[in-house]
């Protein structure tokens, strides 16, 4: 019998659930917000939250907790990140940590908030393989969330250079003959009738 024993196993033994929410947490401290499934979104809550809360506190020993936690990663956003640098063979060698983000910018963020800094928000929507239940776990306060709040998201990139490239083609096709269309209409001759001829 299971009593008394909490929490979410998600299939996974100990060290791969650390491992998965020491992940998840460093995506979601670095972006804002993830999309994941609900089970899992659940989980990840409480321990960031808790992290959260530690750098509320910002002392030393809070620091080395959260480092033991999920470590000090150099902050990547995407690919062609100007603030990072890399190595002859793209390897990691220096940018933001997160940490550094998570003490300065983060804890004080929630200064005034006891508890409750993350929400998750149900997408209605399925993941195609296994049909899981998707939702979007983000810090509060980043409502609108990195996809509409201007930065950088290669999606983003394709629907606008879809839409540049469409506008193309409707201005070099449509254009010319909506242009053709009006001046031709007032210079159409009057029909003339017929002639009588004389038999």
Known sequence: MRHRVGGFKLGRDTEHRKAMWRNMAISLLTHGQITTTVPKAKSLKPFVEKLITLAKKGDLASRRR???QIG???MVKFDEDPDVSRNKYGELVDG???????FDVIG?????RDGGYTRIVRLGKHRIGDAGDLCVIQLVGDESGPQVSGQYSRRRD???KRMEFAAKIRKG???PEAATAVTEAPEAPAQEAPEKTEE
């Open 96 to 102: 933001p940590k997160l940490v550094k983000r998570l």
């Open 173 to 175: 096709t449509k254009a």
């Open 72 to 74: 000090n990663p150099i």
């Open 158 to 160: 394709k629907a606008n």
């Open 108 to 112: 004080p963020q929630f200064a005034d």
């Open 66 to 68: 959260v480092i033991q």
